[in-house]
């Protein structure tokens, strides 16, 4: 089976554009969330969705957004980008929104913003 | 609010000595939890998790963790280390679900030969 996907693999944009990163979750995975994971730091919680609704967001501005469509993949939106949005995106997915199922990683996006 | 402490930013081992990974926590109601592996360039890899149950969980690549409520730890351990081994690992707990977990900010095993 498929892992989680990520795309783009590597991003550099500017000062103040914008950025579209995309995920899909595995096969059958309705829960997706996704992590900003700066050098040197643990993965710190940006969004999750379950079947298309948003059900957390961490203490991230309004510029970044994401939506989850019908087949579950995923998109997260960062608007007006700052050199501090330079870091490794993650996305993770797993199979329900109950506690104990573990999540799956993709292997990220890197954003480098200059 | 949830929390996650990794004290040891590095820990350095021999191959075919055990190794302990540490992790203390702090969240309300009853804890989830999680170790990560992340190799260089990847994404993290699920390890082992801590539901509820027996305090000793063993997971993947014989990795195990005991789970100490009274201290709110959540140690990773192997009994005998490998080179392989040597990669980044991150504790994470939740008291709702896997997707808004709070991480730790890695530890970085070395296993030498």
């Known amino acids: 089976d498929a892992g989680v996907t990520q795309s783009p693999t590597h991003l550099i944009k500017t000062r103040g554009q914008q950025v579209t990163l995309r995920c899909s979750p595995i096969s059958g995975h309705k829960s997706v969330s996704w992590y900003q994971q700066v050098l040197g730091q643990g993965p710190q919680f940006i969004f999750q969705y379950y079947e298309k609704e948003e059900r957390g967001r961490g203490n991230f501005p309004d510029r970044f957004s994401a939506r989850q469509f019908p087949n579950y993949s995923s998109e997260l939106n960062v608007n007006a980008l700052l050199l501090g949005d330079s870091a490794l995106y993650l996305c993770a997915s797993s199979f329900r929104l109950a506690g104990g199922y573990e999540q799956y990683f993709g292997p990220g996006t890197r954003l480098t913003v200059t | 609010a949830q929390s996650v402490a990794q004290p040891e930013d590095q820990v350095n081992v021999a191959e075919g000595n055990p190794l302990t990974v540490k992790c203390t926590y702090s969240?309300?109601?009853?804890?989830?939890l999680f170790w990560y592996v992340q190799y260089p360039n990847r994404g993290l890899q699920f390890l082992l998790k801590?539901?509820?149950?027996?305090?000793l969980v063993k997971g993947s690549y014989g990795f195990e963790a005991e789970f100490n409520k009274s201290q709110t730890s959540f140690h990773l351990k192997k009994p005998s280390a490998l080179v392989s081994d040597s990669a980044l690992y991150f504790c994470a707990v939740t008291n709702t679900n896997a997707g808004k977990s709070t991480f730790g900010d890695g530890t970085t095993l070395t296993v030498k030969p």
């Open positions: 969240v309300s109601g009853n804890p989830y």
């Open positions: 801590y539901i509820t149950g027996d305090n």
